[in-house]
């Protein structure tokens, strides 16, 4: 069954470094998301990308937040200069038009 | 800002045992999916319902979407120990990105 590959599955970052966590979608999907996870809270909404372009994002996504999709398969999401509060589990995921999501495993993310 | 509250937020019952989970809000939704997530993995999609009042059986799992579209249910027959796990409901609005809400969470467990 296909599968939302992510990497790294954890990293371990400085605060006020940047970071990169990367994200290879199902190949045939469309729409490509982030969602993040705060120990113990829910699952939140990060951005939408939809035909190489943002369509919709959240207020977490502020301007510290960047996504690329640079060849067609990858899905970046980078932070800039990161914050200790940036500290979650970070999830990739994919969608077919009117089907439901795949994500993936996550990216632990913590700053120290 | 839409909320999806999931009650209850823990459950423990013994194996042969019947629950419910409910999941409720005061927004409507074009569509509502049900997850289960694993400690350290992504939520991995159970059902998506779509119309108001519909059912959907998987296995010893009936999942209904309410008449309005603002609520949900998840029923387990006879639960098994394998059932235990995160289960999180998400709702999503009409529009092209059709970014997901997630619910609270209810954290189950079935012990023999």
């Known amino acids: 069954e296909p599968e939302v590959t992510q990497t790294p599955s954890h990293q371990v970052t400085q605060m006020g470094q940047e970071v990169i966590l990367r994200c290879v979608p199902i190949s045939n999907h469309l729409y490509f998301y982030w969602y993040r996870q705060i120990l113990g809270q829910k699952v939140e909404f990060l951005v939408s990308?939809?035909?190489?372009?943002?369509?919709?994002k959240s207020e977490i996504f502020d301007d510290q937040f960047s996504v690329e999709r640079p060849d067609g398969s990858n899905f970046t999401l980078k932070i800039r200069s990161t914050k200790l509060e940036d500290s979650a589990m970070y999830f990739c995921a994919s969608r077919l038009a009117n089907y439901g999501y795949t994500f993936g495993s996550g990216t632990r993310l913590t700053v120290v | 800002t839409q909320l999806l509250e999931q009650s209850p937020q823990f459950l423990s019952i013994q194996e042969g045992e019947n629950l419910t989970v409910y999941c409720n809000s005061s927004s409507v939704f074009s569509s509502l999916q049900w997850y289960r997530q694993e400690p350290g993995e992504g939520p991995v999609l159970l059902v998506t319902?779509?119309?108001?009042?519909e059912v959907k059986k998987l296995k010893r799992l009936t999942f209904q979407f309410g008449d309005a579209r603002k609520d949900s249910s998840l029923h387990i027959t006879a639960a098994q120990p394998g059932d235990t796990g995160l289960y999180l409901c998400a709702g999503a609005q009409s529009g092209t990105a059709s970014k997901l809400t997630f619910g609270t969470g209810t954290r189950l467990q079935v012990t023999l």
């Open positions: 990308f939809y035909n190489n372009e943002i369509s919709e």
């Open positions: 319902v779509v119309t108001g009042g």
